[in-house]
Nanobody, 121 residues
Framework: QTRLVESGGGLVQPGGSLTLACKFF????????IGWFHQAPGEARKGVAV????????LYAEAVKDRFTISRDNVKKTVFLQMNSLKPQDTGVYYC??????????????WGQGIEVTVSA
């Protein structure tokens, strides 16, 4: 059974950095990608970064390109999201998910419980 567990959230000042971790268990062969999704307060959940073994490689949302980096350590069975130059609009709950890939949530069938990030002075 697939399970994903996020960690590393918290409170950070604008301009600061934070690294989220997504520990994964029990991936199956259709899980070509692990994505990070962000849900800001009162808004819909949106994809921010995807790491994939499919052609096309990794994806980044325009809002986080050049600030966020997604990486994967298969020995530790963990996907990381390094977030730099954080802005108040990065505040919200971050979820990692395993699935086929891309931006559509329907392509992901296993989700973590989410972790809260607050960017505030």
């Amino acid at each position: 059974q697939t399970r994903l567990v996020e960690s590393g959230g918290g409170l950070v000042q604008p301009g600061g950095s934070l690294t989220l971790a997504c520990k994964f268990f029990g991936l199956h062969r259709d899980h070509h990608a692990i994505g990070w999704f962000h849900q800001a307060p009162g808004e819909a959940r949106k994809g921010v970064a995807v790491i994939s073994d499919m052609p096309g490689g990794n994806l980044y949302a325009e809002a986080v390109k050049d600030r966020f980096t997604i990486s994967r350590d298969n020995v530790k069975k963990t996907v990381f999201l390094q977030m730099n130059s954080l802005k108040p609009q990065d505040t919200g709950v971050y979820y990692c998910a395993a699935g086929f890939g891309g931006w559509y949530e329907e392509y992901y069938d296993s989700w973590g419980q989410g972790i809260e990030v607050t960017v505030s002075a």
